[in-house]
C-alpha cells in the first residue's frame, strides 16, 4: 500500500513539472507538433521513471555491539498498533470509490458514443467514414470517423469544418484524448492532471486550426466559422469536437506569427529537473556492513590462532634487536635480553642466547650456538580461547609466516597462574599430561597478574560434591564475589559452619537461574565471565510450570554460523499528510463571443457588420478584463506548490529509509528461508 502512494506522489511531482515547464515556457510558442509530443512524453515520464531505480551501496564498518550487563534485555510481545493500517485502508476505499465513478463516467461517454454511430449512413471517401446526423450537436471526429449536422451550416463552413476534423483524424489525435481521460481517471486528486488534461485537448485545437487553414484560401472566414460554432455547445466528451470554449485564444494562435527555430531550447530545460529527480528520489542508497558474517568467523578464527611475531633472522642488526626489546616491554611488560651475540666475517648472526622474563619468574630460555649463520626463528606471543597469553619460540615455517598482529595492547602477559584438578592444586606438567578428552568442565579467572584454572574431570566420582569438601584455601572459593547480604551463616558446632546461599534478584533476574550459552547449558560463572561484545541476544525465560528461570545467550559466532535473525527489522513511521486549504478553482466563465451576419463584410448588410464590429470590440474588452482573474487562478497555483514542499521533504526522507528497511526484511527473510 505505501508503495503505490510513493508511486502516486512520484507520478503527480512529475506531470505538474511537465505542466509547469509548458505552462511558462511552451504554451505561446507556435511548435504546435512539438508540444503535443512534449505533452505525452510527460504523460509517459510520469508512469515509467517512479519505477526505475538505481542502487548505490556505501560499505560501512561493521558497528561494535557494547552489551550492557547492568540491565539484561527481557524480549516482551507488544501488542499490536492496526491504526496505520486502518487509515490506508480508508484512503485506498475512498480512492478506489471515485476512480471507479470516473471509470464508469468514462464507460457511459462511450455509450453515447455508440448511440451516436447507430443506425446513420456511414459514407466513405478515401480514409474518412461521414456520418450527417440530424442531431443538434458540435462536429467531431472518433478516429477516422467524422460526424457533423450539414443543416446547420453553408457549404462553405462545412468544407472548413471538414477540413479541421479531417487533421484529428489524419494525426491521430482521438489517442491523445483517451490517454489523458484514462490518466484523469488514475490520478483524479491532482488538481493539475486535470489542467494537463486541458493543455492538451487546447494544443490539438491548434495543431488542427494550424493545418486547415494551411489548405484553406480564406483564412478569416475560417476565424467566423470558429465564432459561429460557439453557438453549439453539444459534444461528446471523448471526442475531439469542433467547438472549444477558449476561442479567443485559437484566434490569437491563428494570427500570430511563427516562433523563431532557436526558442527550440526551452524544451531542453525539463532535463536538469529529470535528472534532479533521478537523483534525489530515484537512487536507492544501501549501507552494507563489510562481510559482517565473515568477520564474524574471522574473528573467532583470530582468538584461537592470533600471534604475534618478533622474527629474529642471521641478518638482525644490534638495532633492530634493541627495538624487539622495547617493544616486548610495551605491549606485553616483557623483558627480553639477548646476550652471547656472536657474528660471522659477513656480520652474520651465528650465535645468541634469548632470556624472557616477567616479573619474578623467568619464563622462557633459547641458546643458539655454531659455526654457520643461524636458522631464521621468532618469538610467538599468541593467545587462546580462553584468552590465556603465552610465549613461545618457533622455527617451523608455518608459525613464522603467519600474520603478526598486536594481541592486547598494553596488557600485561599472564605469566603467573595456578592449577586445580578436581580441586586439587597441581603443576602445568600434570596439566600437560591431562588428557583434554576426560575434561569435562574447565573455569579461568584471573586476578592481577595471576591465572586460576580450574578444571573438573569427567571421572570425578561426585559431580554434585561441594566445593567445601577439598582442602582449598579460603580465597579460592571465590566468596569475594559474593555479597555479604546474600548469605546467612548458622552456627551447629564450635568449629562447624553451614552456609546457606539465599537467592535474591540481580537486576531483575533470579540469582538461582539457569545459564544457556548457545543451547549449552553452563555455569554463572562461565556465563558471567564472557566478553560483552561476543553477545547478539540475551533472553530470560521463565517456565511454566517448574517456574524456573533461565538465561539464554546467543553469541556472534553461533548465529553467523546459523545465519539466525532473533528479531525482524522495524518499519519506518511515513509521515502525516498535510490538510490542504486549496481548492481547485472553477473555470472562468468567458462572454458569449457574437454571431457573425450572414455573407461576407464586403457584399453583406453593411448595418449588420458594423454592429458585428462594435460587438467584437466589447466581446475583446470583457477578455481583457478578466486577466486579474487569471492572474489569480495563477495566485492559486502557487499557494497549493508551496503548501507542498513541506510534505514532499518529508516523503523523501521516508523514502530512504523505506529502502534500507526492505533491504533489511529481504535479508532476514532470506535467512530465515535457510534455517528451515
Known amino acids: 500500500m505505501e508503495s503505490v502512494a510513493i508511486y502516486l506522489t512520484k507520478s503527480c511531482g512529475l506531470l505538474f513539472l511537465f505542466f509547469i515547464a509548458y505552462h511558462f515556457l511552451l504554451r505561446k510558442e507556435t511548435f504546435f507538433t512539438a508540444n503535443r509530443w512534449f505533452l505525452l512524453a510527460g504523460l509517459l515520464t510520469a508512469t515509467v521513471l517512479p519505477l526505475v531505480v ?11 555491539v557494547n552489551y550492557d550487563w547492568s540491565s539484561l534485555p527481557i524480549r516482551t510481545v507488544a501488542e499490536e498498533n492496526h491504526t496505520e493500517e486502518y487509515i490506508y485502508l480508508g484512503l ?22 455508440r448511440k451516436i454511430f447507430k443506425g446513420k449512413t456511414i459514407e466513405r471517401q478515401a480514409d474518412f467514414k461521414f456520418i450527417d446526423t440530424s442531431e443538434n450537436i458540435a462536429p467531431f471526429s472518433y ?9 446547420l451550416y453553408s457549404s462553405f463552413e462545412l468544407q472548413n469544418i471538414l477540413e479541421h476534423e479531417k487533421v484529428h483524424s489524419e494525426q491521430n489525435h482521438t489517442v491523445d484524448v483517451l490517454i489523458s481521460r484514462i490518466f484523469c481517471v488514475i490520478f ?18 491548434f495543431i488542427a486550426d494550424s493545418v486547415a487553414t494551411k489548405k484553406l484560401s480564406d483564412k478569416k472566414a475560417y476565424q467566423l466559422t470558429l465564432l459561429k460554432i460557439t453557438t453549439h455547445e453539444n459534444c461528446v466528451a471523448i471526442t475531439n469536437h469542433f467547438y472549444q470554449s477558449l476561442i479567443k485564444k485559437r484566434i490569437v494562435m491563428l494570427n500570430k506569427n511563427q516562433s523563431n527555430k532557436r526558442n527550440s531550447w526551452k524544451y531542453a530545460l525539463v ?9 534525489l528520489f530515484q537512487i536507492e542508497t544501501i549501507a552494507q556492513e563489510k562481510s559482517s558474517e565473515k568477520m564474524i568467523i574471522e574473528s573467532s578464527t583470530a582468538i584461537e590462532n592470533s600471534v604475534d611475531v618478533y622474527k629474529i633472522n642471521k641478518n638482525t642488526t644490534d638495532e633492530e634487536l634493541k627495538e624487539k626489546t622495547t617493544a616486548l616491554n610495551k605491549n606485553y611488560g616483557i623483558k627480553a635480553v639477548f646476550s652471547r651475540i656472536k657474528r660471522n666475517s659477513k656480520n652474520e648472526l651465528i650465535a645468541i642466547k634469548v632470556n624472557l622474563q616477567k616479573g619474578e619468574e623467568k619464563n622462557q630460555e633459547m641458546a643458539i650456538k655454531g659455526t654457520e649463520a643461524i636458522n631464521t626463528f621468532g618469538i610467538i606471543i599468541s593467545k587462546n580461547e580462553n584468552g590465556i597469553l603465552t610465549i613461545d619460540f618457533a622455527e617451523d615455517d608455518i608459525q613464522l609466516n603467519k600474520k603478526s598482529v598486536l594481541i592486547s595492547p598494553n596488557a600485561p602477559l599472564s605469566t603467573t597462574k595456578e592449577i586445580f584438578i578436581n580441586g586439587v592444586k597441581t603443576t602445568q606438567n600434570e596439566l600437560d599430561k591431562l588428557d583434554p578428552k576426560a575434561i569435562k568442565t574447565m573455569d579461568v579467572s584471573k586476578n592481577k597478574d595471576q591465572s586460576i584454572i580450574k578444571i573438573t574431570t569427567k571421572e570425578k566420582t561426585d559431580e554434585n560434591a561441594s566445593q567445601f569438601t577439598f582442602k582449598i584455601p579460603y580465597s579460592d572459593l571465590g566468596t569475594e564475589k559474593i555479597d555479604p547480604n546474600k548469605i546467612s551463616i548458622h552456627k551447629i558446632t564450635k568449629d562447624t559452619y553451614t552456609v546457606t546461599k539465599v537467592t535474591k534478584e540481580v537486576n531483575g533476574v533470579p540469582g538461582d537461574a539457569d545459564y544457556y550459552i548457545d543451547g549449552k547449558k553452563v555455569s554463572p560463572l562461565e556465563a558471567e565471565s564472557m566478553n560483552p561484545n561476543q553477545i547478539t541476544a540475551v533472553d530470560v525465560q521463565k517456565d511454566a510450570v517448574s517456574n524456573k528461570n533461565s538465561i539464554r545467550i546467543l553469541t556472534k559466532n553461533y548465529v553467523a554460523s546459523k545465519g539466525n535473525m532473533q528479531q525482524p527489522p522495524t518499519p519506518p513511521t511515513p509521515p502525516t499528510p498535510p490538510t490542504f486549504n486549496f481548492k481547485t478553482p472553477k473555470a472562468l466563465n468567458f ?11 464586403v457584399n453583406g448588410d453593411k448595418k449588420a457588420w458594423a454592429a458585428f464590429d462594435k460587438k467584437m470590440e466589447e466581446f475583446n474588452a470583457k477578455m481583457e478584463a478578466m486577466a486579474p482573474q487569471i492572474a489569480d487562478f495563477e495566485n492559486k497555483m502557487d499557494e497549493f506548490d508551496q503548501q507542498m514542499k513541506p510534505f514532499n521533504a518529508k516523503m523523501e526522507i521516508f523514502e530512504k529509509k523505506m529502502k534500507v528497511y526492505e533491504k533489511q526484511m529481504e535479508d532476514y527473510q532470506a535467512k530465515q528461508k535457510e534455517n528451515k
Not at 54 to 64: D, K, L, M, S
Not at 271 to 279: D, G, S
Open 591 to 601: 462572454p458569449k463571443a457574437p454571431v457573425a451576419p450572414k455573407g461576407s463584410p
Open 92 to 113: 485506498a476505499l475512498t480512492y478506489c470509490t471515485i476512480a471507479l465513478g470516473l471509470l464508469t463516467k468514462f464507460g457511459f461517454d462511450f455509450y453515447s458514443l
Open 54 to 64: 538505481f542502487t548505490q551501496i556505501i560499505w560501512v564498518e561493521p558497528t561494535p
Open 271 to 279: 532535463l536538469p529537473a529529470l535528472f534532479a529527480f533521478m537523483f
Open 143 to 151: 478516429f477516422n470517423t467524422i460526424v457533423y449536422n450539414s443543416s
Open 188 to 205: 483524479w486528486f491532482n488538481p493539475f492532471i486535470w489542467l494537463y488534461k486541458k493543455a492538451i485537448l487546447q494544443n490539438l485545437e
